[in-house]
């Protein structure tokens, strides 16, 4: 078993859940749990320049430039130490299925859960390959502990084989990315590369320079509650119009409808009563003129009800979250290309595909580290049905070594 696959699966049984209610960062102390283990084996395997914020939970680590490398780019490789909080990540079970037959794979047998064909059809890309599965009542955690694997497996490998030419490399391990929060305290300056990449892709050979613009917003609806018998022309009932509102949103425009760079507005959760509803909206778009627009017809709508049903009862709050990355990435066309290039080399095709989501290099890449996505081998995160594929974690840690070496011999 090599060190990627035996990171992996020392790291997915560590709980590392964050938690979008508590407002501190970390926002769940068990991040430091992993954070810790990743501090001790960097400093084991000689990485140098180790850096742990333990006030926010924040990693940075060097592997030196070799020699008549020192004034190669500073190389930056990054990914994030939390799972998402819709699944538990408690008690995470791994599971390698060797030399994957192409059928259904039974997960639980007491609960009769399966990871099947027929709801996931790319398992069929997998046959003759070894699975990484859970017992089907936790997440993965691929979802970014591969990422995470693959970079320390990377950092050691150049740590250990020095006859390997590469410029500095500069290691960054982050929380709360799952939560929209991963960036909150990178520090940029400390880091210090000239750009980096994020390990949190899918499937081998997915790249992603590209983002959604987002936003987020929170509906409140004040309504008038008396009772129902002495209700006409008193009751004003803020459940009604909060399913109003969303009826005046396009049908369409909704997750379950879209794909590709299709953009969406997303009603992520509601609660409420007759006197108060309060809904929470995420808001998405790569092209920014029909993000701005969207954000503008989602105002409207709450004017629209204000003039119907009286000014103030229907309040919007609104904040960008992240904005698309590739207007930044743009200029540094040489991360996509030197990471399509080595693909090839290692008999893999690119596909470069829009992110329908976001990652921590979305914001980075807006604080000065241009920061496209590499894919990690993992697949369905966030569920229960994640997996991981042996072989392509080891090829992604392969692809994370040349680039190292790609970068020692080049000028930008």
């Keep these: 078993m090599t060190n990627t696959i035996e990171n992996f699966l020392q790291y997915v049984k560590i709980d590392t859940q964050s938690s979008e209610t508590t407002g501190v960062t970390p926002s769940t102390e068990k991040q430091r749990d992993l954070a810790k283990l990743l501090v001790s084996q960097l400093t084991k395997m000689g990485a140098s320049e180790i850096t742990y914020d333990e006030e ?3 990693i940075y680590a060097s592997i030196p430039a070799t020699p008549d490398c020192e004034k190669s780019p500073v190389l930056g490789f990054i990914a994030h130490m939390d799972t998402a909080p819709a699944v538990t990540g408690t008690d995470v079970k791994p599971r390698i299925v060797e030399n994957y037959d192409g059928k259904d794979i039974l997960l639980n047998e007491a609960e009769s859960i399966y990871l099947s064909v027929s709801d996931f059809p790319e398992l069929k890309n997998h046959q003759g390959q070894d699975l990484i599965v859970t017992d089907g009542t936790t997440l993965l955690g691929a979802d970014d502990k591969a990422g995470v694997a693959e970079i320390m497996a990377m950092a050691e490998h150049l740590l250990t084989h020095p006859e390997l030419s ?7 391990f982050t929380p709360d990315e799952e939560i929209g929060e991963g960036a909150n305290h990178f520090d940029v300056a400390l880091f210090g590369a000239d750009f980096a990449y994020t390990v949190d892709g899918g499937a081998l050979g997915e790249l992603e ?15 008038r509650n008396v009772h129902p018998g002495d209700a006409k022309g008193k009751m004003i009932n803020s459940i009604l119009i909060a399913q109003e509102f969303q009826n005046l949103l396009p049908v369409f425009q909704n997750p379950m409808y879209t794909e590709k760079r299709e953009g969406f507005f997303h009603i992520d959760g509601i609660s409420g009563n007759v006197e108060e509803t309060v809904a929470d909206y995420i808001i998405r778009d790569h092209d920014k003129t029909l993000f701005e627009q969207k954000k503008e017809l989602f105002t409207a709508c709450a004017g629209f009800l204000n003039r119907k049903y009286g000014e103030g009862v229907v309040t919007v709050e609104m904040k960008d979250s992240y904005y698309n990355m590739k ?3 743009i200029p540094h066309a040489h991360l996509m290309e030197n990471a399509c290039s080595i693909m090839r080399e290692m008999g893999i095709e690119p596909r470069i595909t829009p992110v329908r989501g976001g990652t921590d290099g979305s914001r980075l890449s807006y604080m000065g580290l241009p920061c496209p996505n590499l894919c990690t081998g993992g697949a369905n995160y966030h569920s229960r049905f994640e997996y ?16 190292a070496v790609r970068y020692g011999s080049i000028n930008i």
């Design 388 to 403: 991981a594929c042996v072989q392509s974690m080891e090829k992604v840690t392969e692809l994370l070594i040349r680039l």
């Design 56 to 58: 926010h939970c924040y």
């Design 166 to 172: 590469h410029g500095k490399i500069r290691i960054g």
């Design 209 to 223: 320079d590209e983002t959604f613009n987002a936003a987020g917003a929170k509906l409140i609806i004040r309504g």
């Design 327 to 329: 207007e930044i990435l």
